[in-house]
């Protein structure tokens, strides 16, 4: 049986991880996936660990534009722990603030490329016009619309007063309202349940297995959720509860997020009213107090997010630091949901675990049997499969 | 709830016996740290995956040089039903760096222990591919970006 | 026939001005928060060093002009942090509203 390979990459989809996929296909159906990844492998967790602790913040920062706040303030939790820094309460309070904006936003992204790419275009387009309220509520809070530059090690930058408060509640009651009728919308819209319902299915045990996180294993029916398992920042004294699917395909997937994004409301609604007043942020030393290791793990908007960081007595360098980012942990599973698909719906499974579409993508098509090769970009991939 | 990591501490200890170096939990990072010695990693973990009944996730595998003569790797696991963060800590010597891969048990760690291989030389022993992950082909062999010298 | 249910929708939006402006001749409002290009006060500066030191992309240069240390920013690598306005003990960083800050040259990029 001559099988062909179809090469989807090397400037993929994922967030500081570009993959190529090597796809063997046969016919329309690929049997086999094998990825590469590393093609914009940064160095920086090497970098990190020459930097000092301030200056790391922002690096961090820099990880993925999308979810920013979600590593400064994962690295700002490690570091604080390994120093033995306790913040203020109301900075806690902001952070999930800002946190959950962030996932709004990112959220809202996602939503609207899978839009795109299964052939939606106007959900696409109002989305991202819906998307852009909440830019605007972060410029408003934190100075920027994407680098949000708030979370620092013993707090956070900036405060908010009632001005803030009744506009960010303002803006969030009439968003829940369409939010509310785009899941109708994906509820019952036949050309969404076509091509999403059924496709990509990943199994709860294999999800398991894999160590898929986030959205793509709450898709799955699998209960991880590290603000209910693990609560941190505010996530104690605010009510939340894990968003699950059963149906483990693209369509679930999607659920669980367009569902958290009014549990997020929530979430920031709760805050706003429990926020106590108080002092944002604490003195913190430059160099390390004591040779300890910090362990932070939060749910990015992506899943689950892990820095682990050494430091060293008397050292403003951190000695050795280490990111898991979630897409990185959801490669497996994605390869095992393209196996037995339709090359058609390889654009929409790829974006069903949310990896970062920033970079234009490539593909190159391979006929071995030929040996003719075209090279294409995954929108006209995708164009083609709308076709 | 509470206690289940005392549970977890016994069943633990009658595993591993003397194998199992220390076993603590850690207010402040909310998880239980175990630390084996090397010969008896996949021991512990595959402890853990039957003290969860098979519901474990594994989060990541982080592996560090500490400037010391030891490369320290973390296994940082869930534990489901007992929902308990499980940090397994294992010591590996500059002069022999092999351990048993724990790919039979949790398939999840097939990145993870390519990462380690390739950023610090740790040798994964039972792993089905054991290639490069990040680096560019033509990076020189026994060349390990985040070894300390 | 059903009708899609977007079709509110599209009502709603043949009555509503669009959601785009047109950008060089309209320009959306900033916050008060907003960081843009960089102020620099120099008289108020006292060339302490401590922004150079602190600034996480490195753009911040200390040169001495008439015998008066003073920064200098590059535009070029700052990454827009306002670490420098928060370290300065004499507030002689200021955030500006400047956004528009592409040019043809590097001598541009600094902000003296
Ligand atoms: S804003 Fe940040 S990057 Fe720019 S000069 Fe100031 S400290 Fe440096
Ligand atoms: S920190 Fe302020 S006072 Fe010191 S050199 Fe920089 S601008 Fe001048």
């Known amino acids: ?387 | 709830m509470v206690n289940d990591h005392l549970e977890v501490i016994d069943s633990l200890g009658n595993e591993l016996k003397e194998g199992l170096l220390d076993v603590r939990y850690l207010p402040e990072k909310r998880a239980l740290l175990v630390l084996v010695d090397k010969a008896l990693i996949f021991k512990a973990i595959e402890a853990l995956n039957k003290i969860s009944g098979g519901e474990m996730h594994l989060t990541t595998i982080s592996g560090a040089d500490l400037g010391e003569d030891y490369i320290e790797l973390t296994y940082f696991l869930w534990l489901l039903p007992q929902r308990l963060r499980v940090i397994v800590k294992t010591k590996l010597s500059k002069d022999d760096l092999r351990v048993q891969s724990i790919v039979n048990i949790a398939p999840a760690t097939v990145l993870y222990e390519r990462e380690v291989y390739e950023m610090l030389g740790v040798i994964f022993e039972g792993h089905p591919k054991l290639e490069r992950l990040f680096l560019p082909e033509d990076w020189p062999q026994n060349m390990y970006p985040l070894r300390r010298r | 026939m059903r009708l899609p249910s977007l079709i509110r929708e599209v009502w709603a939006n043949l009555l509503k001005k669009p959601a785009t402006v047109k950008y060089p001749f309209e320009k959306l409002p900033l916050s008060k928060t907003y960081r843009g290009k960089h102020e620099l006060m120099r008289d108020r500066c006292v060339g302490c060093g401590l922004c150079a030191k602190i600034c996480p992309a490195f753009a911040i240069t200390m040169r001495s002009v008439y015998g008066k240390v003073s920064p200098e920013v590059d535009l070029a690598k700052c990454i827009f942090c306002y670490q420098c306005e928060d370290v300065c003990p004499r507030g002689a960083i200021k955030r500006g509203k400047e956004y528009e800050l592409a040019s043809w040259s590097r001598n541009e990029m600094i902000v003296r």
């Not at chain 1, 020459?50 to 961090?60: A, F, Q």
């Not at chain 1, 899941?183 to 898929?212: E, H, N």
């Not at chain 1, 805050?271 to 932070?296: H, T």
């Open chain 1, 1 to 387: 049986m001559s099988s062909i390979d179809l090469i989807v990459g090397p400037i993929h989809p994922a967030l500081h991880e570009p993959e190529r996929f090597v796809f063997k296909i046969d016919g329309e159906i690929v049997v086999d996936v094998e990825p590469r990844l590393g093609y914009v492998h940064r160095g920086i967790e090497k970098a990190l660990s020459e930097r000092t602790y301030i200056k790391d913040i922002y690096l961090v920062e820099r990880v993925c534009g999308i979810c920013n706040v979600a590593h400064t303030l994962t690295a700002a939790q490690a570091i604080e722990q390994a120093f033995g820094v306790e913040v203020p309460r109301r900075s806690k309070y902001l952070r999930t603030i800002v946190h959950e904006l962030n996932r709004l936003h990112s959220h809202l992204l996602i939503l609207g490329v899978v839009c795109e790419l299964i052939g939606f275009d106007t959900l696409f387009m109002l989305f991202w016009r819906d998307r852009e309220v909440i830019m605007d509520l972060i410029e408003m809070i934190t100075g920027n619309r994407v680098m949000s530059a708030y979370n620092i090690i013993g707090g956070v930058r900036r405060n908010i007063g009632d001005f803030e408060v009744t506009q960010i509640k303002g803006v969030l009651s009439s968003l829940a309202k369409r939010v509310k009728q785009y899941k109708k919308v994906f509820m019952d819209d036949p050309t969404i349940r076509a091509r999403c319902a059924g496709v990509g299915y990943l199994s709860r045990a294999k999800a398991l297995a894999l160590g898929a996180v986030g959205p793509t294993a709450r898709g799955s029916g699998l209960e991880l959720d590290v603000r209910v398992d693990e609560p941190y920042a505010a996530y104690d004294e605010v009510k939340y509860c894990a968003v699950i699917y059963n149906d483990g395909d693209v369509w679930a997937r999607l659920m669980v997020r367009l569902d958290e994004l009014l549990a997020s409301m929530e979430v920031i609604n709760e805050c706003l009213d429990k926020m106590p007043s108080g002092p944002i942020r604490v003195p913190v030393p430059e160099a390390a107090p004591q040779s300890a290791e910090g362990v932070s793990v939060i749910e990015a908007p992506r899943g689950e997010l892990i820095h682990h960081v050494y430091t060293k007595r008397d050292d403003d360098k951190p000695f050795r630091y280490r990111i898991r980012t979630p897409t990185y942990a959801n490669i497996p599973a994605v390869c095992e949901m393209l196996k037995g698909c339709y090359i058609a719906d390889i654009p929409a499974i790829l974006a069903s675990i949310d990896p970062c579409f920033s970079c234009t993508d490539r593909a190159a098509l391979i006929d071995t049997n030929s040996g003719e090769k075209r090279i294409i970009d995954i929108l006209s991939l995708a164009r083609r499969s709308k076709k």
